[in-house]
């Protein structure tokens, strides 16, 4: 294979990566994104394969391994994407970005250590300076996605009892300064291998690296964790990419180019969502101390609750509706249930439309996977800034396990999420709201709509509510 084709075929790799992130934009074209995805991956692995070969001479002694490697990983990862569920889909996206900068570690020790090897240098010769500032780069990129995504994948996960896997933020005075002096020393010692070449300098920016990307995502809340997520997979796009220009790999600087962008956009559009600024956010999450002032709150006012069968009356009655779904939606995996009742609904005449909120959930896009798993009709599903308008027009606005999403407290000076663009549900006509509990959201605030005259609150298990409203509108 001649060098020019394995250029083409990055090319068109490339090409196809950037097919795959158009159509991921809308879910309407979500499947044929995921298709050019996979394709462009697919000739991008096979053209590395049979690069390893040409630049060897003959069959590469290791492609053994690497053969083992893809068969061993892809079977993994095809176990695991099959039995996923939706309300573990965060967490398999922050396993896979640690994943990709734990990689970029490995491969950077590697070109470290044998940079001939890579076809960086000559034996004997020392790598030249331009090589050694790219490893350094995305090994300390690397190494902070690798340690942050572990930190996000337990506090996404929420069921394991250490202290740093909790949704509430860690914070300890001092903080930021320590974060501060562990950057500025990890620049540091970036600057020390990349002008002496000295290994010791490079396990310790690889050390404060790890240490940096654990302190980095403590702080920050359950609230924050779509921008996080974000955040996380541009990481890991900037330290493939800077491993890319390490080995002289167009395709991994491309592709990683692709991710970190995106995901730094993403990220941008997440905190413009909370109407947050991005350092706001990793500088630490929402107050803790919010959560402990709105649950005495709760504890001394009353709300209007009802049950499955008056939410069916009100909303057979209705003309229109809207359903708002979130993160206790995804937990019940009622979405299904959800599916009919709105079938049903329509059936009577009844025009209905979801509601979605960029940050609801605990990725970006979640809700919109949770519906797109149910089959959910595309012309049915609205972003926040194309049926805020509709509210004020809206018979019924029915809240299924989303909170923060939905809290006027956003529009309240003074309040921790003031100026959050929120779904203007408590606009609606009616508003049915259906909990578990009066437990606060992700912010640890009070929400305010659950003691509006118009809103009727419905306790209990989504899934098993929804089913209850489906059979009584029968």
Known sequence: MSLNLVTLLYLVASVCFIQALKGLSHPTTSIRGNIFGMVGMAIAILTTAALIVKLSGQAAPGMGYVLAGLVVGGGIGAVMAQRVEMTKMPELVAFMHSMIGLSAVF???????????????????????GNRVELALGAAIGAITFSGSVIAFGKLSGKYKFRLFQGAPVVFKGQHLLNLVLGLATVFFIVGYTISEAKVDFVILLALSFVLGVLIIIPIGGADMPVVVSMLNSYSGWAAAGIGFSLNNSMLIIAGSLVGSS????SYIMCKAMNRSFFNVILGGFGGDAAAGGAGAQQQRSVKSGSADDAAFILSNAESVIIVPGYGLAVARAQHAVKELAQKLTEKGVNVRYAIHPVAGRMPGHMNVLLAEAEVPYDQVFEMEDINAEFGQTDVAIILGANDVVNPAAQVKGSPIYGMPILEAYKARTVIVNKRSMAAGYAGLDNELFYMDKTMMVFGDAKKVVEDMVKAIE
């Not at 090897?117 to 004997?124: E, L, Q, V, W």
Request: net charge negative; proline share 11%.
């Open 107 to 129: 491969i950077a020790i590697a070109a470290c250590v044998e940079p001939w090897a890579f076809g960086i240098t000559a034996p004997g010769e020392a790598i030249p300076y």
């Open 263 to 266: 995901g730094a956009i993403l």
